[in-house]
């Protein structure tokens, strides 16, 4: 882990948007991390580095834990923000929203159904985008895994991480951020819910890299088995609501439950990126145990967005 990172020294990252998780390099990744630890420990050494500086918050969807940690992650570094619920971009071109943003703040957050959306923002505005998950994408959601894993186990290389469930947005940003840093990832999910055939590409290509293993698999327990860390999320995410009944069964086999958690290694953590459906992905049990870290992901949130923002707009 590195050394102190003074908040007058901190590396900007070189992609201006954070649209996708490669948008940062990884050796970018790598420091984002050792940045958040330090964020953590010290937060008042940085509290002054956004000072005067706004920030849209956009989200077309709901959000508990994405919201409230950007809001207090740019007051606690000194900046504001101004927020605004609903669909972007059917009042007005998606180009004129841009347009105007860019002339009040000095970045944009936005959770939107679509990547594209996300996409064309950047595209028009002239100052750094961040995606807050989109359909395809969860990128700050694994910046604070990626942390909490971290910080559970001392590093990240060798270890290995099963996600069972939907081959989702959340799944790829893992899937994505596991095989950059050097960590087993294997997924399970029911046939038809695999994730993203050109995602999973790119990640066998950094797996390659890094020298881990990426498995998808229908099999749950094979996925499990051995793993430091068992992850899953909804089987049904935002959008996807009238698909809940179908989903439901086609998932039964995949809930995460004491006995499939018993697979792992004996001191292996439970994530979920939350909210969580108790008796569907996952029981009240597994959730509710001593090695649950599902709140230390979402304080984690916090920390880890800290990290990115001064990374961008510092
Ligand atoms: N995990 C997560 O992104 O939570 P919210 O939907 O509440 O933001
Ligand atoms: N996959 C879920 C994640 C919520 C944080 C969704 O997109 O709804």
Known sequence: ????????????????DLLRDLDLTDDELGYLLDLAAEVKQAPRDYAQALSGKYISLLFEKPSLRTRLTFELAIKQL???SVSCEGPIGSREPLK?????????????????FSQSTVDELAEWASVPVINALTDLYHPCQ?????????????????????????GNNVAHSLMLSSARLGTDFALATPDGYEPNP??????????????????????AAEAVDGAHAVYTDVWASMGQ?????RRRKAFQA???????????????????????????????????AQRSVVFEQAENRLHAQKALLLMMLS
């Open 1 to 16: 882990m590195g050394s102190y990172i003074s908040p007058n020294q901190i590396a900007k990252m070189s992609n201006p």
């Open 78 to 80: 000194g900046g504001d």
């Open 96 to 112: 004129d929203v841009a347009r105007n943003l860019e002339r009040w703040v000095q970045g944009i957050v936005a959770r939107t």
């Open 142 to 166: 694994a910046l604070a895994d990626m942390l909490t894993l971290r910080e559970q186990f001392g590093g990240l290389r060798g270890l290995k991480l099963a996600f069972v469930g939907d």
């Open 198 to 219: 050109e995602i999973v590409a790119q990640a066998e290509g950094l797996a390659a890299t890094s020298g881990c293993t990426l498995t998808v698999t229908h099999d």
């Open 241 to 245: 609501e009238k698909e809940a009944t």
């Open 254 to 288: 995949y809930q995460v439950h004491e006995e499939l958690f018993s697979l792992a290694r004996p001191d292996a953590v439970f994530m979920h990126c939350l909210p969580a459906k108790r008796g569907e992905e996952t029981t009240d049990a597994v959730i509710e």
